[in-house]
């Protein structure tokens, strides 16, 4: 069965970095896309980055220029490098995997029907 396991998350001042990983196992067939989401109380789950099977990437408007999301297939890990963190980046970091998805990527991402989920990393980040 697959399974998703994010690592990374912390505690940082404004301003900070922080490098989050997902460890996936016990694929079949590679998924044709991957992403990050974040839920923080009182606010909606927000999906930030996305990678899918050709390399093309798609970012919401709020991490844009900040984040980067990448993939070592070799390790079958998932990673999100956050810079400039702020504030408003605090919330529970989740991974998120897709076995259909259309490539490259656009904003028909926020259609994808994810398959499989981590339990997630909280980052918090300090003002």
């Known amino acids: 069965q697959v399974r998703l396991v994010e690592s990374g998350g912390g505690s940082v001042q404004s301003g900070g970095s922080l490098r989050l990983s997902c460890a996936a196992s016990?694929?079949?067939?590679?998924?044709?896309?991957m992403g990050w989401f974040r839920h923080d109380l009182g606010k909606e789950r927000e999906g930030v980055a996305f990678i899918g099977i050709d390399g093309s990437t798609f970012y919401a408007d709020s991490v844009k220029g900040r984040f980067t999301i990448s993939q070592d297939n070799a390790k079958n890990t998932l990673h999100l490098q956050m810079n400039t963190l702020a504030p408003e980046d605090t919330a529970m970091y989740s991974c998120a995997a897709a076995k259909f998805c259309r490539v490259p990527l656009s904003y028909a991402i926020a259609r994808v029907s994810w398959d499989y989920w981590g339990q997630g990393t909280q980052v918090t980040v300090s003002s």
């Open positions: 016990g694929y079949t067939y590679s998924p044709n896309c």
